[in-house]
T-cell receptor, first 119, second 115 residues
Framework: GAVVSQHPSWVICKSGTSVKIECRSLDFQATTMFWYRQFPKQSLMLMATSNEGSKATYEQGVEKDKFLINHASLTLSTLTVTSAHPEDSSFYIC???????????????FGQGTRLTVV | AQSVAQPEDQVNVAEGNPLTVKCTYSVSGNPYLFWYVQYPNRGLQFLLKYITGDNLVKGSYGFEAEFNKSQTSFHLKKPSALVSDSALYFCAVRERNSGNTPLVFGKGTRLSVIA
């Protein structure tokens, strides 16, 4: 299946600094990517929908100024956690669908996830 | 609104026994249904999907799931569990003809296969 690569796999940062997470579709073009956040022993919470060449769409309750999303190309979306605080520590996962394969009914593919720890 | 229910937080099964992980869904139209597996500190891996056609869907690693429209269910099954199947399993739904919209996930079920 299609491959979505996420980097870094884990990161530790100091409180108040910013962290950038990259999500790449390696063998297909993704006009849309999705960013999720997962708390321990919980399901995935959709944070935002990243649209190539336009502004991201954020879910209710997600601060767009804190979680900056940039989707500058058809294969790369980035999530920047700005002025990170310990409560931002979480597992962040991106996903995308290869619409060129079978259209809208294809499954979503997920990156490996990024474990963010803010100290 | 779409939703997925996975009524069991945890399922324990002995190795070699059949396993079932339950999932029910709610959509206003016809669904696309998916199962994913997650290992610790990893992203989600696709197992199988129901799009249309045969209600019994076979997927990776010997897993299968049966779409039951009348019961709005899509339970995941495997005839003989392996210890390596121990992981977190997510059921997901997306409404057909909803465009490039994200999947809606259940809360997950942790499967523990005991040797």
């Amino acid at each position: 299946g299609a491959v979505v690569s996420q980097h870094p796999s884990w990161v530790i940062c100091k409180s108040g600094t910013s962290v950038k997470i990259e999500c790449r579709s390696l063998d297909f073009q993704a006009t849309t990517m999705f960013w999720y956040r997962q708390f321990p022993k919980q399901s995935l919470m959709l944070m935002a929908t990243s649209n190539e060449g336009s502004k991201a769409t954020y879910e209710q309750g997600v601060e767009k100024d804190k979680f900056l999303i940039n989707h500058a190309s058809l294969t790369l979306s980035t999530l920047t956690v700005t002025s990170a605080h310990p409560e931002d520590s979480s597992f962040y996962i991106c996903s995308a669908r290869d619409l060129g394969a079978s259209g809208m009914n294809t499954e979503a593919f997920f990156g490996q996830g990024t474990r963010l720890t803010v100290v | 609104a779409q939703s997925v229910a996975q009524p069991e937080d945890q399922v324990n099964v002995a190795e070699g026994n059949p396993l079932t992980v339950k999932c029910t869904y709610s959509v206003s139209g016809n669904p696309y249904l998916f199962w994913y597996v997650q290992y610790p500190n990893r992203g989600l891996q696709f197992l199988l999907k129901y799009i249309t056609g045969d209600n019994l869907v076979k997927g990776s690693y010997g897993f299968e799931a049966e779409f039951n429209k009348s019961q709005t269910s899509f339970h995941l099954k495997k005839p003989s569990a392996l210890v390596s199947d121990s992981a977190l399993y997510f059921c997901a739904v997306r409404e057909r003809n909803s465009g490039n919209t994200p999947l809606v996930f259940g809360k997950g079920t942790r499967l523990s296969v005991i040797a």
